[in-house]
């Protein structure tokens, strides 16, 4: 079957422009995350969706992220006023969210670069 | 400190050796560990799920969890040039965020 979808795969940004992510999670999962992989580094957590529940939005780096998820599948990740830092992949995942250890399960991400 | 560590590398070894790929942690809590291998340019892929101390084996990997010492590992027997990627691990309490290691680069030379 389909996996995690996203897009797009590449984007290239001027610095203080915004920017979109989409994430199409597997159908039927419940449970979606957005992490952040900078050159080198582990996977960062940004952000949580679980069904219904408030997000946990506790790994944002600043209010320039925000993310969103429309009728419990597709999410959006946005930057605002993008800084060079925020050079990254940023790497999406959803889990079927049943039981506390359901593996995620990841798209292959989108290479994020402000010039 | 982070809650995860894991040596970066890269770590370089000669075909059909064994490699031995290790996590600490510093969050008592964690009751899930998980290995993930990503190659490059993919996401990652999650090759190893445990959850309580002990040894897990999957054909010529094996996942090893010593709560008491904080201390992951993963052992991969008779390495192949295709298992040269960039390992993983991570870990997480309950249904909490899943929380990753730096990963190792690791390279199998033919």
């Known amino acids: 079957g389909a996996g995690v979808s996203q897009s797009p795969s590449n984007k290239v940004t001027e610095k203080g422009k915004d920017v979109e992510l989409r994430c199409d999670p597997i159908?039927?999962?419940?449970?979606l995350y957005w992490y952040r992989q900078s050159l080198g580094q582990g996977l960062e957590f940004l952000i949580y969706?679980?069904?219904?529940?408030?997000?946990?939005k506790s790994g944002l780096p600043s209010d320039r992220f925000s993310a969103e998820r429309t009728g419990g599948s597709v999410s959006t990740l946005t930057i605002q006023r993008t800084q060079q830092e925020d050079s990254a992949v940023y790497l999406c995942?959803?889990?079927?969210?049943?039981?506390?250890?359901?593996?995620?399960?990841f798209g292959n991400g989108t290479r994020l670069t402000v010039t | 400190q982070k809650e995860v560590e894991q040596d970066p590398g890269p770590l370089s070894v000669p075909e059909g050796a064994i490699v031995s790929l290790n996590c600490t942690y510093s969050?008592?809590?964690?009751?899930?560990f998980m290995w993930y291998r990503q190659y490059s340019r993919k996401g990652p892929e999650l090759l190893m799920y445990?959850?309580?101390?002990g040894n897990k084996e999957d054909g010529r990997f094996t996942a090893q969890v010593d709560k008491s010492s904080k201390y992951i590992s993963l052992f991969i027997r008779d390495s192949q040039p295709s298992d040269s990627a960039t390992y993983l691990c991570?870990?997480?309490?309950?249904?909490?965020?899943?929380?990753f290691g730096q990963g190792t680069r690791l390279t199998i030379n033919p």
């Open positions: 995942a959803s889990s079927s969210g049943v039981g506390d250890n359901s593996p995620l399960h």
């Open positions: 159908s039927g999962h419940t449970a």
């Open positions: 969706f679980q069904g219904n529940s408030a997000p946990d």
């Open positions: 969050n008592s809590a964690f009751q899930y």
């Open positions: 445990t959850y309580s101390s």
């Open positions: 991570a870990m997480r309490a309950g249904a909490q965020k899943l929380v």
